[in-house]
C-alpha cells in the first residue's frame, strides 16, 4: 500500500494528474476535442519536435544538453532541397541528409567527449553554425516542388488514418523505452549523467558512450527534419527554427533532471502529451502563437523549478521523521 502510495504522489503520478486536468478543460471548450481525428491531428502538428525528445531525454539524462537540434532539423531539410534543386535523385538526397545529420551530431560529440568542452558551450555554437548552413544553401528561397510520393509520405494517411510519421514515433518510443530503461548501454547512461568521475572509475567507456549519444541525437534530428520536410512540402533556411524549446521543456517537464542521472521515457511520454493537449487548448481559445510560446516558457521554468522544490521537501520531512525515529524507539 505505502509502495502504491509513493507512486502515486510521484512525479509521474502529478504529470498525469495534470494530463487529466488539461484534457476535461479542453474538451469543454470543444466538443470535437476527443474525436480520434483531432487527436491524429494534435501529435501530427508537432510529430517531429516529439520525435527529437525521445533522443534529448538519453541526451540530458547523460547529464548533457544539445541546443543543436532544430538547426539539425533545418539543415538537413535544407541539404535535401538544395540537392532536389541540383537535380539529385530524391532518395539519395534523403540518404545524404541523414548522413549530414549524423555527421552533425558526431561533430558535436567529438568536441565535447574527446576535447572535454562543455555540451552547452558547443552545441550553443553549433546551433548557429547549423543553422548558418542551411541559410546558405537556400538563402532566402523557399523551396518545394518536391515528388508526390514524398509529400504523401508526410501529408496522407498510411495505416487507416495513422501517418507514417506516427507510426515511426510509435516506433522510436519502444526502441527508447527498451535501451534506456532495460539494457546495459542505458544504466551506463545513467550512471554517467550521476557521476561521470564514478563510470569512469568502474570501466564502464565514458568517451564512447557520449559519442554514441550526441551522433544519435544527430540522426533523429535528421529523420525529424525529412519529416517535416515531407510534412510542409517546402523548406527554408528557418525550417525549424526555435523547436529546441519545446523539444527541451518536454524533458524537463517529464522529469527528467536537468543535472543528469534521473528520469524516464514514460515521464517524458506523460509530458510530450501535456505540451500537445496544452498548445491545442490554446489555440481552440484563439490564443496566439507568442502567447503559446511564453506559455511554454513558463512552463519550462516550472519543470525545473518544482521537482527540486519536492526534493527539498521530500527530503526535510526525512530527515524529520528519522530524527524522531530514536524517541519513538525509546518509548
Not at 545524404?96 to 551530431?105: N, Q, S
Not at 547549423?130 to 546558405?136: D, L, M, P
Request: charged residues 10%; contains cysteine; glycine residues 10%.
Amino acid at each position: 500500500m505505502a509502495h502504491r502510495f509513493r507512486r502515486l504522489i510521484s512525479w509521474e503520478g502529478f504529470l498525469l494528474l495534470m494530463l487529466v486536468i488539461t484534457i476535461v478543460l479542453n474538451s469543454t471548450l470543444a466538443p470535437a476535442y476527443l474525436r480520434l481525428d483531432n487527436w491524429i491531428n494534435l501529435f501530427e502538428l508537432s510529430i517531429e519536435k516529439i520525435i527529437v525528445a525521445l533522443a534529448m531525454t538519453f541526451i540530458i539524462i547523460n547529464a548533457e544538453i544539445d541546443l543543436s537540434v532544430a538547426s539539425v532539423m533545418g539543415l538537413s531539410a535544407g541539404v535535401i532541397a538544395w540537392l532536389h534543386q541540383a537535380g539529385v535523385s530524391f532518395p539519395i538526397a534523403i540518404i545524404v541528409a541523414l548522413a549530414v545529420g549524423m555527421l552533425c551530431g558526431a561533430f558535436n560529440g567529438f568536441w565535447i567527449s574527446f576535447a572535454g568542452l562543455p555540451a552547452l558551450v558547443v552545441t550553443l555554437a553549433t546551433m548557429i553554425m547549423f543553422r548558418g548552413g542551411a541559410r546558405v544553401l537556400l538563402e532566402d528561397h523557399s523551396v518545394g516542388d518536391f515528388p508526390e510520393w514524398f509529400n504523401l509520405m508526410g501529408q496522407q494517411p498510411m495505416i487507416g488514418p495513422i501517418p507514417l510519421s506516427l507510426i515511426l514515433f510509435a516506433l522510436f518510443v519502444i526502441i527508447a523505452v527498451v535501451v534506456l530503461q532495460y539494457s546495459g548501454f542505458g544504466r551506463y547512461v545513467y550512471v554517467i549523467g550521476n557521476s561521470k568521475d564514478v563510470a569512469s572509475y568502474s570501466g564502464i567507456k565514458v568517451r564512447r558512450v557520449k559519442m554514441i549519444l550526441f551522433t544519435m541525437s544527430g540522426f533523429v534530428a535528421a529523420v525529424a527534419g525529412v519529416l517535416y520536410a515531407a510534412r510542409l512540402g517546402a523548406v527554408r533556411g528557418d525550417t525549424a527554427l526555435g523547436f529546441e524549446l519545446d523539444i527541451i521543456t518536454m524533458v524537463l517537464l517529464g522529469g527528467v533532471s536537468i543535472f543528469g542521472g534521473s528520469g524516464s521515457i514514460y515521464g517524458v511520454l506523460l509530458a510530450i502529451l501535456i505540451v500537445l493537449n496544452l498548445r491545442n487548448g490554446m489555440s481552440l481559445a484563439n490564443l496566439t502563437g507568442h502567447l503559446q510560446t511564453g506559455a511554454i516558457g513558463v512552463l519550462l521554468i516550472l519543470s525545473v523549478l518544482l521537482p527540486n522544490m519536492a526534493t527539498y521537501v521530500r527530503s526535510t520531512l526525512d530527515r524529520r521523521r528519522y530524527a524522531r525515529l530514536p524517541q519513538e524507539t525509546a518509548v
